[in-house]
């Protein structure tokens, strides 16, 4: 079933992956990042190896050669632009020729505990571990998903709430940082291609319009401007978009914009802007043991790619039926309406 579910999405087209983190075992045990947003060196280096050999990589900002090849078809992306990106992703990668596209935050380059998530879940492991309760990752996921669903001065109302006593919070070894321009431009000089996650990384749904429309714009004359170059790729913090939202980045003159959600698979009929791709951690990729493997990647990636392109299919071809029979059902009741008349005369 794994096998058919692979030549299924290989035909149809190529599965863009979403990295977030990749961090050591110490680096691990220090990050305030949640679990969902890691992989460890090893398991990204035993994956960018399987892939090397079995799947072939694609560039982004090129898009897929639609002929069949024979290989699964996989692209590489990372979103926040960490620092370990440049430190430890981007070795791998070039070892092993995967083409990566990053999505920065102009505004949060070079900086400690960046995002109001890690503050967050800083905040709240404190609190735990202050009340002689054991850390408890669910519950502070569980928080976080519950902040972003308000609206942003809400949230941020909150946040300063539960940080406000926390005068300390950072993470050991300056571990949650983002890269800096200089590791920035070292990389984009090695071949990364560098794409916008907007100026703040604000969830643009839950902002005014302006606020959406500068966060999109102004991100990508600020790429350009330190890069040097056009700056065409886009990605939704959280991978939320609407109608409007998706209007503003087509204003903005960006060429390929890239969300979260199913089934991951960029395929000839996808819209260029709302390109999905599938969050990709580490229990998507090791067995029990923790070392990775090929056949949880399959089930945990491909597999659920699959499925969700089989039920896209599914739905597109109900739509298209529904939409003939109403056609067909307009067609005769105008028959219906004629024939009175013409028995009439």
């Known amino acids: 079933m794994l096998y058919l579910a692979k030549r299924w999405v290989q035909r ?30 090893q398991t990204f280096s035993g994956f960018l190896k399987y892939a090397s050999e079995f799947c072939e990589f694609i560039d982004v900002a090129s898009g897929p050669e ?11 992306t990372f979103d926040d632009g960490w620092s370990d990106n440049a430190t430890a992703a981007y070795p791998l990668a070039r070892q092993y020729k995967a083409p990566m596209v990053i999505f920065i935050v102009p505004e949060k380059t070079g900086t400690e505990l960046p995002f109001w998530p890690e503050r967050t879940a800083a905040a709240l492991d404190q609190d735990l571990s202050a009340n002689g309760a054991e850390h408890s990752a669910a519950y502070i996921e569980q928080a976080i998903e519950k902040l972003k ?16 006593a926390h005068t300390a919070l950072h993470s050991s070894a300056s571990v949650d940082r983002t890269m800096t321009w200089e590791q920035i431009s070292e990389l984009h000089a090695g071949g ?60 903005a003159g960006y060429k390929l914009a890239f ?24 229990y998507h990729l090791v067995d029990s043991k923790g070392n990775f493997s090929p056949l949880i990647f399959d089930y ?18 109900l739509q298209k039926l ?5 056609t067909w059902l307009a067609k005769i009741g105008k028959q219906a309406e004629k024939k009175p008349l013409e028995k009439s005369s």
């Not at 669903?149 to 406000?164: K, N, Y």
């Open 12 to 41: 149809n087209g190529a599965i863009v992956l979403t990295f977030h983190r990749v961090l050591t075992d110490s680096e691990l045990q220090q990050t305030a990042s949640l679990p969902g947003m890691i992989v460890r060196s």
């Open 66 to 76: 639609w002929k069949p090849t024979g290989k699964l078809k996989l692209a590489v």
């Open 149 to 164: 669903e308000l609206p942003a001065s809400e949230r941020e109302r909150r946040i300063g709430q539960l940080t406000a």
């Open 192 to 251: 990364v291609r560098f794409g916008s996650h907007t100026s703040t990384h604000e969830i643009l749904t839950v902002v005014p319009v302006a606020k959406a429309e500068e966060e999109i714009a102004e991100s990508r004359a600020q790429i350009e401007q330190k890069l040097q170059v056009p700056c065409s790729l886009f990605s939704y913090p959280n991978g939320d978009c609407s109608a409007p939202v998706r209007g503003l980045v087509v204003d």
């Open 259 to 282: 969300l979260n959600q199913d089934p991951g698979v960029w395929t000839r009929e996808c819209d260029p802007f709302l390109i999905p791709r599938v969050n990709v951690c580490e």
């Open 300 to 317: 945990a990636v491909v597999w659920s790619a699959a499925k969700g392109l089989l039920a896209l299919v599914r739905t597109t071809y």
């Open 322 to 326: 529904q939409s003939y029979w109403h």
